[in-house]
C-alpha cells in the first residue's frame, strides 16, 4: 500500500509563490499517475495536474502556465511549483495516486485511489 504525506502549505501573499511536497512511502514502484487536486471549502475537489510515469504531464486551464508538477523518483516525491499565486488559490491541496495511466489526459478524481491528508494555501489579496 502506498502512504502519502503533503507539505510545504502556508500563508503567502497574492503574486506570490510556494513550492508543495508530496513524500510517498510503500509500494511506489511505477505507480502510473501522480496528482494534485484542491478543495476550497464549500466547493468541490478540483483536478489541477497529474504526472504519469513517464513524465507526461496535464494541467487545469485555471492553473496552467502557473502551477508545475514534477517528481523526483529517487526520493519518491512530488512537487507542486506554485506561481503568481491569485486569492482563489485559496484551498487545502491534496496529492494523490492513481492505478490508471494519465499519459492522455487530466484525470478525474474518482480515479486516484491513495490520497495525503492535505496542506491548507492561503494567498491573502
Known amino acids: 500500500q502506498v502512504q502519502l504525506v503533503e507539505s510545504g502549505g502556508g500563508s503567502v501573499q497574492a503574486g506570490g509563490s510556494l513550492r508543495l511536497s508530496c513524500a510517498a512511502s510503500?509500494?511506489?514502484?511505477?505507480?502510473?499517475?501522480m496528482g494534485w487536486f484542491r478543495q476550497a471549502p464549500g466547493e468541490e475537489r478540483e483536478g489541477l495536474a497529474v504526472?504519469?510515469?513517464?513524465?507526461?504531464?496535464h494541467y487545469a486551464d485555471s492553473v496552467k502556465g502557473r502551477f508545475t508538477i514534477s517528481q523526483d523518483n529517487a526520493r519518491n516525491t512530488l512537487y507542486l511549483q506554485m506561481n503568481s499565486l491569485k486569492h482563489e488559490d485559496t484551498a487545502m491541496y491534496y496529492c494523490?495516486?492513481?492505478?490508471?495511466?494519465?499519459?492522455?489526459?487530466?484525470?478525474?478524481?474518482?480515479?486516484?485511489?491513495?490520497w495525503g491528508q492535505g496542506t491548507q494555501v492561503t494567498v491573502s489579496s
Open positions: 510503500g509500494n511506489t514502484f511505477r505507480i502510473p499517475c
Open positions: 494523490a495516486a492513481a492505478g490508471y495511466s494519465c499519459k492522455w489526459r487530466l484525470l478525474p478524481s474518482a480515479d486516484f485511489d491513495v
Open positions: 504526472i504519469a510515469s513517464d513524465g507526461t504531464t
